[in-house]
């Protein structure tokens, strides 16, 4: 399916992210000097967030945060550009994130999390005219991770289907992955048009060690599939065949915090701009080479010069 214009629509989990950036091994039973911010965070907002950085003029999301910090998250999602549906939990706080992020070359990320309100995101709280003026749905695949949020990214796919609205997902978690299921994972993302999952979740999914025949094999439920590989680059593959090995951007990391996301934002905004899929995904990457330069899983808001 070809992408029409419009706007972006991204469902998905905005939380608040420790960042922890460590160079030391972790020591355990005593301390271990880290540089420690909380910043806006959230696979669902950083997509959205890249997707307007990268020059996608019309960006909404849609999520679910606690009372407690709405209001900054909602004015951090609005400087990024991007126009924020936040419903407020009446119980649940926002999510948190910890992320251990080692100081060293590869600034390889551990995350410890809490959903919070992320994944209490339920069917009524979406609507079909949320779709009105939209050219591209996008899921966060933590959603698919919970039963309510299970069921409004379930509503949104079929309002999607039903608008003829092309629909991504990024499946986002090996671990979660493991935890739901691959079966379900897969009966919950049916119809989609475009998945966008790591290396090690391509395997996961397929239970094929050989990347480009995972590839090919997921291409095959799924029309178009973008394999994310970091340093490596990415791996196109549609409709059963493996089309190109994209290459990466040399980089020198400081966190890999969001840079899949930094990839599928800028991957979208490119795809709605009228690019191809090899096109968009080598924006994919020259995205998340600029994202593991910095702290957090944001780009830079306008005027800023922080890192």
Known sequence: ??????????????????????????????????????????????????????????????????????????????????????????????????????????????????????????????????????????LSGYLFFAGPSRAAAGAALASARARGVPVSVDPASAGFLTDLGVDRFLAATDGVDVLLPSEGEARLLTGVPDLADAAVKLSRQFPSVVVKRGAAGALVARSGEVRAAVPALPAVPRDSTGAGDAFTGAFLASRLGGAGLCEAAAEGCRAGALAVERVGGRPPLPGSTAC
């Open 1 to 138: 399916m070809s992408p029409g214009g419009g706007a972006l629509l991204v469902v998905g989990d905005v939380v608040t992210d420790i960042v922890a950036r460590h160079r030391a091994p972790l020591a355990p039973g005593t301390d271990t000097a880290a540089a420690i911010r909380a910043v806006p965070g959230g696979a669902g907002a950083n997509v959205a967030s890249w997707a307007a950085s990268w020059g996608c003029g019309d960006v909404r999301i849609l999520g679910r945060v606690g009372a407690d910090s709405a209001a900054w998250h909602e004015e951090a999602l609005a400087r990024a550009g991007v126009r924020p549906r936040l419903v407020v939990d009446p119980e649940a706080p926002t999510g948190t994130v910890i992320c251990l992020v080692d100081g060293g070359a590869g600034a390889e990320r551990t995350f410890l999390a809490d959903n919070g309100a992320s994944l209490r995101l339920s069917a009524d709280d979406w609507s079909a005219g949320l779709l009105d003026g939209v050219g591209w749905l996008h």
